[in-house]
């Protein structure tokens, strides 16, 4: 008797005592249809993928233009990543993105960046164009998978034009793993571009690629830059395999991120990884001729604190792109601090 109680006390403890259970361990999803696809690691969650699209008013409709993954702290509490927030800096930016500022598709231009356009019809007064709002739509979920080790799935978008047709669709494929300490996590993230014709997509280091932004809530002040290179210029500088961020919150945690480009991706990438409320990422102007598809691959590792040794670094970057790079040196730089903004001139009466 005295046995069976033991086992029932162990029993009780494992199941309320703060204990992961069996069911919990390792990878799981939590979907909340129409609005998010939770990601978890032994029962917390360490990714959110905001798929929700919502045209209800015109608050909702920018909220919901386009879906994004944020990232989750330790805890599983909130994201360390941004997400819409009208009185933030730069609400477009969010989580981790794609978009490019000039798309050019049958004689048209369009900006999946901020997310819209000027191909309304034209105004009569001003002979300009009108302003549309552009609109990146997940449409449904694929290739769902999770297990002990690992968790992936692929997201179909539209990337609709002015009148809610696609002229291109996407399959993102995003993957979770565990990574080595002192970093907490990777997430490959893979972007098959396929346009309806001839499409260019172009922009700037500032306003196109595959990014990352942290949370509004920094400390602009103390935002890193990490780069495998001995005298980096990162106004200048072409295909950096990778580029690593330290960000500081102003509740006082600080977080690292690297994000790695494949060889697969387009030669000529240049990186955005100086401003300091952190936003940081790659970009590449690329033509897709039509029946053609462009893949960009990239890997983000996530880490609690401060910036994971150049080792580990190249370690999880060998083992993603199969090569055997030796470590590089590292250059940390600080963020570039932002220009003051300008006094609003009152409007004239």
């Not at 280091?205 to 809530?217: F, I, K, L, S």
Request: aromatic share 10%; with cysteine; glycine share 8%.
């Amino acid at each position: 008797m005295l046995k069976i109680v033991s086992a029932c006390i162990v029993l009780v403890c494992v199941t309320f005592c703060g204990v992961a259970s069996a069911a919990d361990a390792g990878f799981s999803f939590e979907d909340h249809p129409g609005q998010y696809l939770d990601v978890l690691l032994d029962g917390k969650i360490v990714g959110r993928y905001m798929d929700a699209y919502d045209i209800s008013t015109p608050e909702r409709r920018t909220e919901t233009f386009k879906p994004y993954l944020h990232v989750f702290d330790a805890e599983g509490k909130e994201p360390i990543t941004n997400g819409f927030s009208p009185k933030g800096e730069f609400p477009h930016h969010r989580g981790i993105f794609i978009g490019f500022r000039k798309i050019t598709f049958n004689g048209k231009e369009y900006d999946r960046w901020h997310m819209h356009d000027s191909n309304g019809p034209v105004d009569p007064k001003t002979k300009k164009k009108g302003a549309t709002l552009g609109e990146i739509v997940h449409l449904k979920l694929e290739n769902q998978r999770a297990d002990a080790d690992m968790a992936t799935f692929t997201s179909v978008t539209a990337w609709n034009d002015e009148n809610a047709k696609p002229f291109l669709t996407e399959e993102r494929t995003m993957t979770f793993r565990r990574a080595p300490a002192p970093a907490r996590i990777t997430i490959d993230f893979t972007s098959k571009l396929m346009p309806k014709g001839d499409c260019a997509l172009d922009g700037d280091p500032e306003h196109a690629g595959v990014q990352y932004r942290p949370t509004n809530d920094i400390d602009k002040s103390k935002t890193l830059y990490v780069f495998p290179a001995e005298h980096p210029n990162a106004h200048k500088d072409l295909d950096y395999p990778w580029v690593g961020e330290t960000y500081t919150l102003k509740n006082g945690k600080t977080y690292s991120v690297v994000e790695m480009s494949h060889p697969d991706d387009p030669k000529g990438t240049k990186w955005s990884a100086y401003r300091d409320y952190g936003r940081f990422g790659a970009f590449a102007a690329h033509e897709i001729k039509s029946g053609e598809a462009l893949t960009l691959k990239y890997r983000f590792l996530i880490a609690d604190g401060e910036m994971p040794p150049a080792d580990v670094i190249e370690k999880s970057f060998n083992q993603f792109t199969g090569e055997s790079n030796a470590t590089p040196q590292l250059t940390v730089m600080p963020a570039e601090h932002s220009a003051p903004a300008k006094p609003k001139t009152p409007a004239a009466k």
